[in-house]
């Protein structure tokens, strides 16, 4: 079965997330974004996991659905148009903090479990080892080996994924606190790690620069702490619909099941660049390098970011890269395009308002931006609109790079 997927999300018991962000909200938005099978997030948390039981039922091996009665709740809230089938699979995304041979490491990783006996004995066991009720996504002071033999024993199928591996200060490759190759975090347990999450700020072409990386899968999750922001990254799959049929895709890295990844453009991510955000100072690689990393405003040592990171480990060019990359598109949010046209803020009325309009009249907001046709996305809206989308569907737009905590910006 063809379908979107989103693996990373976060629940209102996440710190800095939207208190909207439940059950009910996440299955309603699946549909309206037109992402079919969903990451649960934060099974660690007591109270979310406890919510998860309440409104959750197995409707495959492995994954989930909301029971009649809470689906009525969401049934209402979206438009036919919209209207689709939706599954959870049960996950979570840990925050390690640790020492190695005298260094510090700072990683985060997402878990993937087949049930919730699995998922309790997960929780059963970071309990010992930190407060998992503090945050839905724990922070544990314990070595990230640690974490792999503890979803292992829970159950062989649990999957272990690390996130956002690029990130500076919590990515397993950040320029910050993070390792050199996949192999020097995990050793002996690499053989248990099959995918690796890409995050915002980098794609794919700038993840298969470096050699070691092409055995892994690598996936797109929008790591949403709201609901606009669910499948601002996703994977297009093709899989038997089952936590097994999806876990046997990512460990086999078949790019038959694993169709195209839909991915943010990196340049746009937050980390993408070099700088610093309270100097207002943004340096490419080279001029990072010129400048011997030192900010040319306060003369401390800039944030290095995920291009420069990525150009470190590189043991391929992008050219001899380009090769090795598998199908993906890359997009932009409907909102952030409906803002730019309308010269509106994304939660002013009129912004909403057509927006609405899109999903009611045309499907969700992944048909819209992937495969509607572009005359009646322009009657629905309007020519500009349409142009970008079309734009955006041939990759022709301009991007100033975010840097240090600065999301870039594009233009149509
Ligand atoms: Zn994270
Ligand atoms: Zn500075």
Not at 218 to 227: E, G, I, R, T, Y
Not at 267 to 295: F, M
Request: net charge neutral; glycine share 6%.
């Amino acid at each position: 079965m063809r379908f979107i997927a989103d693996f990373h999300i976060h629940s209102k018991y996440s710190h800095a997330t939207s208190k909207y962000m439940d059950l009910l909200a996440l299955a309603t938005w699946g549909q309206l974004k037109g992402i079919m099978m969903m990451g649960t997030g934060d099974f660690t948390h007591p109270l979310w996991q406890q919510e998860l039981k309440q409104h959750l039922q197995e409707a495959e091996p492995g994954l989930f659905e909301l029971t009649p009665k809470h689906h009525k709740h969401v049934e209402s809230k979206v438009y036919t148009s919209c209207k689709a089938m939706q599954r959870f699979m049960l996950t979570a995304e840990v925050s390690t903090i640790f020492k190695r041979n005298g260094r510090c490491y700072k990683t985060h990783t997402i878990i993937l479990a087949p049930s919730f006996q699995a998922v309790e004995k997960i929780s059963k066991e970071l309990s010992k080892i930190g407060n998992i009720a503090a945050d839905g996504r724990p922070i544990l002071g314990c070595d990230i080996k640690e974490i792999v033999k503890i979803a292992l024993d829970a159950s062989p199928d649990c999957m272990v994924i690390p996130a956002h591996i690029w990130t500076p200060w919590f990515g397993m490759l950040g320029s910050k606190s993070g390792f050199d190759s996949i192999y020097d975090c995990f050793e002996e347990l690499t053989e248990h790690i099959y995918a690796i999450e890409t995050g915002l700020s980098s794609n794919f072409l700038m993840n298969a620069q470096i050699s070691e990386l092409d055995k892994f899968t690598l996936l797109c999750n929008s790591d949403a702490h709201s609901v606009q922001k669910l499948g601002r990254e996703a994977n297009i799959m093709d899989t038997e619909l089952s936590y097994f049929g999806i876990t046997d895709a990512l460990k086999k890295n078949d790019p038959k099941q694993l169709v195209a990844g839909i991915e943010f453009f990196p340049e746009r991510g937050k980390y993408y660049g070099d700088g610093h955000r309270a100097c207002n100072v943004y340096l490419t690689p080279q001029e990072t390098l010129d400048h011997k990393s030192i900010c040319p405003s306060c003369h401390k040592t800039v944030t290095i970011g995920v291009h420069n990171r990525v150009n470190e480990l590189a043991d391929r060019t992008q050219q001899q890269a380009s090769m090795y990359v598998r199908k993906h598109y890359q997009i932009v949010p409907l909102l952030d395009i409906l803002s730019f046209h309308i010269g509106m803020s994304e939660t002013s009325k009129r912004v909403q308002k057509m927006y609405h309009q899109m999903l009611q009249e045309i499907g969700s907001e992944f048909t819209i931006l992937l495969t509607a046709p572009l005359e009646h996305i322009a009657q629905v809206s309007n020519k500009n609109i349409a142009h970008s989308i079309d734009a955006l569907r041939r990759g022709d737009v301009t991007i100033t790079p975010g840097y240090d905590g600065v999301y870039g910006q594009i233009r149509f």
